[in-house]
């Protein structure tokens, strides 16, 4: 069983930064790819940011490019994303998501579905 709690959300006007945090209480967190997903009322859960279970491996949606960065310490099982340039279309529920990394994606890793555990969420508003 693997447990996320996400942290940092809040509200900050158009062009600041939030660094959001994920925490996870599992054994064998390294097992673990993980990815930042958003949702927007109305919307589907879209994926943002990926890191692979080892850590060298980062993806990003297309519209985060150059603004976010996403880290992970195996040590205090932790991931977190840099948000820089926050733009208003930004605004959304943020969520980590974990995938058994030995289990292949059937959609590639911004695939929602793919990811077995989710946090509850942290809000991130951006107002201009």
């Known amino acids: 069983q693997v447990q996320l709690v996400e942290s940092g959300g809040g509200s900050v006007q158009a062009g600041g930064s939030l660094r959001l945090s994920c925490s996870a209480s599992?054994?064998?967190?390294?097992?673990?790819?993980m990815g930042w997903f958003r949702q927007a009322p109305g919307k589907e859960r879209e994926g943002v940011a990926f890191?692979?279970?080892?850590?060298?491996?980062?993806e990003y949606a297309e519209p985060v490019k150059g603004r976010f960065t996403i880290s992970r310490d195996n040590a205090k099982k932790m991931i977190h994303l840099q948000m820089n340039s926050l733009k208003l279309e930004d605004t959304a529920m943020y969520y980590c998501?974990?995938?058994?990394?030995?289990?292949?994606?059937?959609?590639?890793?911004?695939?929602?579905?793919?990811?077995?555990?989710w946090g509850q969420g942290t809000q991130v508003t951006v107002s201009s």
């Open positions: 998501g974990a995938h058994w990394g030995f289990s292949p994606f059937t959609g590639g890793w911004s695939k929602a579905s793919d990811y077995s555990y």
């Open positions: 599992v054994a064998d967190y390294s097992d673990f790819d």
């Open positions: 890191v692979d279970f080892g850590g060298g491996r980062t």
